[in-house]
T-cell receptor
Framework: KNQVEQSPQSLIILEGKNCTLQ??????????LRWYKQDTGRGPVSLTI?????NTKSNGRYTATLDADTKQSSLHITASQLSDSASYIC?????????????FGGGTRVLVKP | DTEVTQTPKHLVMGMTNKKSLKCEQH?????MYWYKQKAKKPPELMFV???????INESVPSRFSPECPNSSLLNLHLHALQPEDSALYLC?????????????FGPGTRLTVT
């Protein structure tokens, strides 16, 4: 069973609309949580990184939240653009994870339509 | 320079061929990683190098042979691959393999085994 679960698996939104992606994790002890954007056939690009003590982080139109008590994170995309079409991956890093190993969620595929 | 570069971008090889993937970074990072990513799946860690020494091998078949000739360069030598090895191969690097160090991903090499 994946220890980082993302929902929905995919969604379609109209350009200009907002959307929120969810990430629930069970792994612990927790070091930090990252959201990556991955365009098809390209490498992931970091959007935000949050430590245990942070509960919100913004990067332009992307805002991530973290509730370490409930082990939930969300990524909110404001005023979506066609270029936001990509997979968004939630990644959790454990404290003392050997070799800086990351635990990846399955990703949410977002398609923005005009 | 905050970039991880990978060559080639695309590679098609037969099951009897020998080929190599190359990854390079000039950020002074001392940890480098190889990941394999199948379509619509998250990246799977293959190897971790720390200070040019192999620190993690995630039980990868011996037909994949990593090499780290210096701190800026990481190779993945391929021999006698199977069609199921077709995937996007991602390289990443981080300052060290410590838990707080963010991994920067390259654009990937799309490998097709025929």
């Amino acid at each position: 069973k994946n220890q980082v679960e993302q929902s929905p698996q995919s969604l379609i939104i109209l350009e200009g609309k907002n959307c929120t992606l969810q990430c629930n994790y069970t792994v612990s002890p927790f070091s930090n949580l990252r959201w990556y954007k991955q365009d098809t056939g390209r490498g992931p690009v970091s959007l935000t990184i949050m430590t245990f003590s942070e509960n919100t982080k913004s990067n332009g139109r992307y805002t991530a939240t973290l509730d370490a008590d409930t082990k939930q994170s969300s990524l909110h995309i404001t005023a979506s653009q066609l270029s936001d079409s990509a997979s968004y991956i939630c990644v959790v890093k454990l404290i003392k994870a050997a070799g800086n190993k990351l635990t990846f969620g399955g990703g949410t595929r977002v398609l923005v339509k005009p | 320079d905050t970039e991880v570069t990978q060559t080639p971008k695309h590679l098609v090889m037969g099951m009897t061929n020998k080929k190599s993937l190359k990854c390079e970074q000039h950020m002074g990072h001392r940890a480098m990683y190889w990941y394999k990513q199948k379509a619509k799946k998250p990246p799977e860690l293959m190897f971790v190098y720390s200070y040019e020494k192999l620190s993690i091998n995630e039980s990868v078949p011996s037909r994949f042979s990593p090499e780290c000739p210096n701190s800026s360069l990481l190779n993945l030598h391929l021999h006698a691959l199977q069609p199921e090895d077709s995937a996007l191969y991602l390289c990443a690097s981080s300052l060290t393999s410590g838990s707080v160090d963010e991994q920067y991903f390259g654009p990937g090499t799309r490998l097709t085994v025929t």
